[in-house]
């Protein structure tokens, strides 16, 4: 049985894909997410980075008796309240439309850094 191995990426390798991944949703979803110029999502993925780093698992133990009773599905809230807050740290040229939009942008997100890891994992592994 093969087990399947995700690649963890260097911290700066994370900035530099979710900078890639805000300018994509934000042209992709102009009605959702507005980002001001690259040095606003370079900072905004940046600030992102330190929140999954600090904030994140501390929003996880807070909310884990309704991550359990959700079957985990709790935890793409807990992602868009992070890309929430890092809108509202960021400040005007980084915002979004609702918080529905900040839990859309936050799940296409996890989706997208899930395949391109599972992507490169498989590269390393050949």
Excluded: E, H
């Amino acid at each position: 049985m093969k087990t399947v191995t995700f690649k963890n990426f260097s911290f700066w390798q994370r900035i530099i894909i979710n900078t890639v991944m805000l300018l994509a949703m934000a042209g992709l979803f102009r009605n959702g997410l507005y980002i001001k110029n690259i040095w606003t999502a370079i900072l905004a993925a940046v600030i992102l980075g330190i929140l999954n780093a600090l904030v994140k698992p501390f929003l996880q133990l807070l909310a884990l008796p309704l991550t359990i009773l959700s079957f985990g599905l709790f935890g793409l809230v807990i992602n868009g309240v992070v890309l929430w807050l890092t809108a509202w740290v960021v400040g005007d040229g980084f915002r979004f439309a609702s918080f529905g939009w900040a839990m859309f942008i936050a799940i296409v997100m996890s989706v997208v850094n899930m395949i391109i890891s599972s992507y490169f994992s498989k590269n390393d592994n050949q």
